[in-house]
């Protein structure tokens, strides 16, 4: 699924299998109560590091309120080499995307199909949206969660049966995870599983917004969780050695530590949250 994050786990069935549809049989759950698009999407990528690591395919199913779905598959040229542990795990090679596009020749295609859309995956919040994120940064596209909630299912599986996304499938739908560590296949299966828990589980409505809210792990402000809410709400830094103190009163008492944080190794979202923050605050003196 994700670069070489699931090679050692042995969580899937081997990248070179049969490219068969997704699935051996036919399942057919209660469909999603939308009010607005949502978009189930997975990447493969060359590795598991959100600020070094690029997408080396990205798949979108997009499903609309009136039940109509879109779906696109690309192959991206990451513009780095893919190391071989991450091709063995989902057959994309640097011959394989050679003539491919860049994320940023892809990137206006990807914003517009997902601007308007709530988020979808399969360990989506800890790494899709954020590398994802960290992409249409790069590409200079102006991408943030204010407007839009995320459902991670694979946070409804583990809190509900502590399973992978194939034994997830199996579980819920009955069905053989084929073709795994395709993107499109595990971009499909993940959009059938969320249908298969909401038939599953009666206490789990059917909203998006509800369903964001039981997948969130923690209150954090930015992706990569340096930057979290306590218990008022007030961002506070979660690392180093100002973790635990109010982001506010870290740049009121030390005001080269933003400075420091936005020339540093960070993730570009990171550095756009206490942006924003550093704004807020300089607004509210005048």
């Known amino acids: 699924m994700k670069g070489s994050k699931y090679h050692s786990d042995n969580f899937y069935e081997s990248a070179s299998a049969p490219k068969n549809h997704i699935f051996a049989s036919q399942y057919n759950p209660m469909e999603l109560k ?18 070094k690591d690029r997408i080396v395919e990205i ?40 003539n491919e596009p860049t994320f940023k020749e892809l990137a206006p295609q990807v914003y517009n199909m997902i601007k308007d859309s709530d988020l979808a995956g399969y360990n989506s919040d800890r ?22 909630v995320s459902v991670d299912v694979q946070t409804i599986f583990h809190k509900k049966e502590e399973r992978t996304l194939s034994a997830a499938l199996k579980f819920y739908c009955g069905k053989a995870l084929e073709n795994a560590h395709s993107a499109e296949a595990d ?10 828990q909401l038939d599953r589980y009666p206490d789990l409505e059917n909203d998006m917004r509800t369903l964001s809210e ?63 923050i550093k704004l807020r605050k300089l607004n509210n003196k005048f």
């Open 34 to 51: 939308l009010t607005r698009p949502i978009c189930f999407f997975d990447l493969e990528t060359t590795g598991i590091d959100i600020c």
């Open 59 to 98: 798949s979108i199913l997009k499903v609309f309120p009136n039940g109509n779905r879109e779906s696109k598959t690309w192959l991206v040229n990451p513009t780095i080499p893919i190391p071989a542990s991450s091709t063995a795990i989902h057959g994309i090679s640097d011959e394989k995307v050679a």
């Open 127 to 148: 790494f899709d949206i954020p590398l994802l994120a960290e992409e249409l940064l790069r590409a200079e596209y102006d991408f943030d969660m204010k407007s839009r």
């Open 187 to 196: 971009t499909t299966a993940t959009y059938e599983i969320l249908k298969a």
């Open 214 to 276: 039981f997948t969130t792990r923690k209150k954090s402000v930015d992706f990569a969780g340096f930057i979290a809410l306590d218990d008022k709400g007030r961002e506070i830094f979660t690392f180093g050695k100002h973790k635990g103190v109010l982001v506010d009163t870290v740049f009121d008492n030390e005001p080269g530590y933003f400075g420091w944080i936005q020339n540093a190794d960070f993730p570009l979202y990171t550095k756009k949250v206490l942006t924003a």
